[in-house]
Every structure is written in structure tokens, then in C-alpha cells.
């Protein structure tokens, strides 16, 4: 890797002359310093000159140290050398010009811009794919202190492997399957569910009305959980909030995932100015017209703070950032159902199995990796006994690549202790009206994941006498379930399995409509 960097820094006053001498000893042996402590490359401080309140420094290195990475450490030095002596203190930096050039596994199928990059040039030589970032001078001083020149060379990379192999290769393992069970209809679930009024569409996308029938088999499924599932294992009842703002979505980093395929959040915003006068045109407008003036009023909210709940337990996660768990309170077990999740499922319509607001269950557990993976089993267990037992459904249960390496780019992020056991199950179901067993689409009803230490590691969760952390969750949803369970069972409760039918005291009659 090839780096040149001119960079400026700011200092409180001019430097006397007799510092010169100084400034260049420290440059000499940060130079000869840096040499030593590698064994090949070449590290330059090719010039550098002082002018009024200016130090401009330009620095050359050939797999070596990374100029930005020596600007850090020099400033640090340079404080200390002259801050005492001459009274004169570092202000900050500022690049004149940042190019590295590096060699790439691949040649990108198509020219590509990054952020903070000023110019990206991709060339060949000798049969080798090279590249070679301009970093954009106006870079801030605290990216370049987190780690941003470092991301952007690897995220060349990422754009380049996603152009070629699309997104993450999807993983997909049977690993277990119920058998085929009896159906009694092939009919289109949501139609049939639509006919007997037990759903109705909303003038809104993939939005539904859950009537009082559906709505109490839903009630008949948490009471399943509880009784299956969340009793017998010790699992609590909480309510996670269903507003996330960027700082939760920022440390699950579902936010580096944005609309790439597996995060696609509905937005949330607020008004500029809650003071009536601010929106007193707008009121009066809808009163007279009765419409709204959408892009009026585009101009008086502010950008998304955050979205609606998405994967629902991320926020769950601010409860615990920062803190220190008891041993005692080890392992956390919890679930929510305490609100509906939010999905721009983006396509065309789609029935109740994949609705815009969705209700969902989120299963959640936190502890050692032992408690974890043993919950983990055990929750996938139980959820089997009400799939295939409670609710007689020809189901199988499958492998899959996890949502968090599909989503971002962390694929070698995980230590290979946790790679043995952390990934994602996902539950099948057959839908019968959807075609033949072998060739038809089946539907996912929930999935359940060991995550490893990425949620206590990203929100900063400790454990008493530093025990390590691991979580786990899964979610499925009510829509999901329900739509599974009609498209095999039909409408006709005579048709159900009595296991389940014990938990629906009476079905609500269905509305009529004339
Ligand atoms: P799919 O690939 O079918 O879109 P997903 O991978 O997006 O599913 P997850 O993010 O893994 O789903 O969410 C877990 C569970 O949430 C699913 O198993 C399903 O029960 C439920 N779910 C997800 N999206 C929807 C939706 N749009 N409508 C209803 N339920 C959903
Ligand atoms: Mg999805
Ligand atoms: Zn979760």
C-alpha cells in the first residue's frame, strides 16, 4: 500500500526559529523509530516548513505506517515538544492532499463514489487491479481519529466482492422436518381470511385490521407461549420501546445496513417547531381544502431521528448499555409483545403473511455463552413442540445465514470460538396452496439466534468478575403463524388440532356486512 500525505496543522502562534532544530530532530527519530519497528516499507518525512500560525508537513510511505496514523501519534509529540517550551499549542489538522493506493483482489465491475472520498481511480498494471483514493480534504479530524481512512480502504473492497457476488451468499441446510402432515385446504390464506371478514386491507400498504376472530387466535398463540415456552423456561413479560433513534440502530449497526437488503425501516420525524403558529397555515389549508399539503409540510419536519421498531430488541438494549450485570440476575430472560413492528416491504402487495405492521414476539436471553447456547436449544426445542405438536403443522426447521452478516459487513468480525455454535435457525412452513412440497416457496415463521458477543460488545454490557456475554433472540410473528396455520388447517375450526382448539374458549363471531 502506497500513501502520500500533505497535511497542515494549526498551531496558537509562530514557531521561534530556534525550535527548527528541534522539530526536526523529533521528525529524524519518529522517522527512524518507525523504520526500525518493521521490516520492510518505507516510512518518509519528505519535507515539512513552518509559516506564521501553518505547519505543513508531508509525509511518504510505502507499506509502512499510515501518514494519517503518524499525524495522530505526531501531534501527541509535537504538543509535548514545543507546547512547554515555546508556549505554542497544537490547534488541529487539516489534509491538503491524502492519496493511498492499494492493490485489490479484484477489478470493480463498475466505477463507484464513497463518501469523504474525493476521487476513486481504478488502473491496471501488469495484470494486477489497483485503486487509488483521494481522501477528501475536508475529512473531519474526529473520523480520521475513529477509524474512517481505515473503513474506507475496506469498504473498496466490500463494493468491489458485493459488485461481483451480489449481496451475502445465502446459506439455506434442512436440518430437521416434521414430515408431511394432513391439509385440508390449497386455498390462498389471505383470500379465505378476507371472504370470512376475520381481516380487512387498509388504504394503507401491507396495513391490516385484525378483526375479534383472528385477534383472539392470536391471544390463543401467547397463551400457547406462556405455557410451552416462556413458563417452564423462566422467561418475563417486558415492554420494549417501539421508537429507535439513530444511537440504538448505530450500536446494533442495523443503520450500516440501510436499505441494503434486510433493514428497511419506516422513518420517524418531528416538527421543526411545535409552536402553533408555525403550523397554523397548514391547519388552515386542510380546513379549506381538506387536503394535506405534503410538501408544505415537508418543510416544517425535521430529518428521520430514528424509525419505527424494526427488529424489536434492539432498543431493549439501552436498558443495560454501559452497565455492570450482577452475576445474580444471570441469565436475563425476556419477552415482548407489547407493540407492533414496522417494515417497508418493498415490491408489490403482498398478503397477511407480509404486512407493512407487523405483530411480533420477540424472544430475548443474555448470559455466558453456556447459558446461552443452552437456552438457545432449549427455546428451539419448545418452539418445535408448538409448531409441530400444538398446532400440527408440517414444518422443518433450516439453517441460514444470520440476518447480522447479511445485512453489514462483519463477516470476519467473529472470533471462530463463537462461529462453532452462533447462527440463525429459521421454522418453515409448507403452504400448500403455494404448489408442490419440493418446488414451492415455503413460508418462515420464526427464526431463533445464538448472536455471540455482538449486542453486549456493541452496547458496552458487562458481567460481574467479567464473565462473558453473550446473547440471543428470535422473533416470529402472530401474521406469520396465522397464515401458516389457515394455509394448512383451513377455516373449519373441526379441522384443527384439539390441543390448540383447548386454548380458544369461543371464536368471535365474524362481522356481517350487507
Ligand atoms: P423474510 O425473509 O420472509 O422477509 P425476514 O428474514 O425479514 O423474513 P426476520 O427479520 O428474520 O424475517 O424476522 C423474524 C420473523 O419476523 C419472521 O420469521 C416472521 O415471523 C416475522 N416477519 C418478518 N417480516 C414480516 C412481515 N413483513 N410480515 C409478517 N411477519 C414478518
Ligand atoms: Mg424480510
Ligand atoms: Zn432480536
Not at 173 to 200: D, L
Not at 487 to 504: E, R, T
Request: aromatic residues 12%; glycine residues 6%.
Amino acid at each position: 500500500m502506497k500513501h502520500y500525505l500533505e497535511v497542515q496543522f494549526t498551531l496558537s502562534g509562530p514557531l521561534p526559529p530556534e525550535s527548527k532544530g528541534e522539530i526536526e530532530e523529533l521528525f529524524k527519530q519518529f522517522t527512524e523509530k518507525t523504520q526500525e519497528s518493521r521490516d520492510k516499507g518505507e516510512f518518509k518525512i519528505t519535507e515539512w516548513k513552518t509559516k506564521g500560525t501553518k505547519l505543513d508537513i508531508t509525509i511518504s510511505s510505502v507499506d509502512s505506517l499510515s501518514p494519517h496514523v503518524a499525524v495522530l501519534r505526531l501531534r501527541k509529540k509535537l504538543s509535548a515538544a514545543i507546547g512547554k517550551k515555546y508556549r505554542v499549542g497544537l490547534r488541529g489538522f487539516a489534509f491538503i492532499k491524502y492519496i493511498i493506493e492499494t492493490e485489490l483482489e479484484e477489478k470493480p465491475v463498475k466505477e463507484f463514489t464513497l463518501p469523504l472520498v474525493k476521487n476513486l481511480e481504478f488502473f491496471e498494471e501488469k495484470g494486477k487491479s489497483y485503486v487509488k483514493i483521494e481522501i477528501d480534504p475536508e475529512i473531519e479530524e474526529d473520523f480520521v481519529e475513529k477509524g474512517a481512512i481505515e473503513r474506507i480502504v475496506r469498504r473498496v473492497g466490500e463494493k468491489i466482492s458485493k459488485q461481483h457476488y451480489g449481496a451475502k451468499r445465502e446459506h439455506h441446510q434442512i436440518s430437521w422436518y416434521s414430515g408431511e402432515k394432513k391439509h385440508h385446504t390449497e386455498e390462498n390464506p389471505t383470500q379465505m381470511m378476507q371472504k370470512a371478514n376475520w381481516i380487512q386491507r387498509t388504504n394503507y400498504r401491507n396495513q391490516w385490521i385484525l378483526s375479534p376472530t383472528i385477534t383472539a387466535l392470536a391471544e390463543a398463540l401467547k397463551h400457547i407461549m406462556i405455557d410451552y415456552v416462556y413458563e417452564p423456561l423462566g422467561f418475563n413479560q417486558m415492554m420494549i420501546p417501539k421508537l429507535v433513534d439513530w444511537s440504538i440502530w448505530l450500536r446494533s449497526e442495523h443503520a450500516e445496513g440501510i436499505y441494503q437488503g434486510g433493514f428497511e425501516p419506516y422513518f420517524v420525524v418531528q416538527p421543526k417547531s411545535a409552536d402553533p403558529e408555525y403550523f397554523e397555515e397548514i391547519a388552515d389549508y386542510i380546513t379549506i381544502t381538506k387536503t394535506i399539503p405534503l410538501e408544505k409540510l415537508a418543510e416544517k419536519v425535521s430529518a428521520p431521528i430514528g424509525g419505527l421498531s424494526y427488529a424489536q430488541c434492539p432498543p431493549f438494549w439501552a436498558w443495560i448499555q454501559g452497565k455492570t450485570l450482577a452475576k445474580e440476575s444471570l441469565p436475563i430472560k425476556v419477552y415482548d409483545w407489547s407493540g407492533p413492528t414496522y417494515r417497508y416491504e418493498s415490491g408489490s402487495a403482498y398478503g397477511f403473511e407480509r404486512v407493512d405492521e407487523l405483530h411480533r414476539i420477540e424472544t430475548l436471553f443474555i448470559g455466558s455463552p453456556e447459558q446461552v447456547k443452552q437456552i438457545g436449544m432449549a427455546v428451539k426445542d419448545k418452539l418445535r413442540v408448538i409448531f409441530e405438536e400444538v398446532l400440527d403443522l408440517e414444518v422443518r426447521e433450516a439453517k441460514v445465514t444470520p440476518w447480522w452478516l447479511q445485512q453489514s459487513a462483519h463477516e470476519d468480525e467473529m472470533d471462530s470460538a463463537e462461529d462453532l455454535v452462533v447462527g440463525t435457525i429459521d421454522y418453515e412452513a409448507y403452504m400448500p396452496y403455494r404448489g408442490s412440497r419440493e418446488e414451492s416457496e415455503w413460508l418462515e415463521i420464526q427464526n431463533i439466534s445464538i448472536i455471540g458477543q455482538k449486542y453486549p460488545k456493541g452496547f458496552s454490557v458487562k458481567a460481574e468478575g467479567n464473565i462473558e456475554l453473550w446473547s440471543g433472540c428470535g422473533g416470529g410473528s402472530f401474521e406469520r403463524f396465522l397464515t401458516a396455520f389457515i394455509s394448512q388447517k383451513g377455516l373449519d375450526k373441526d379441522n384443527w388440532p384439539n390441543k390448540f382448539l383447548k386454548y380458544i374458549d369461543k371464536l368471535p363471531e365474524p362481522v356481517k356486512f350487507h
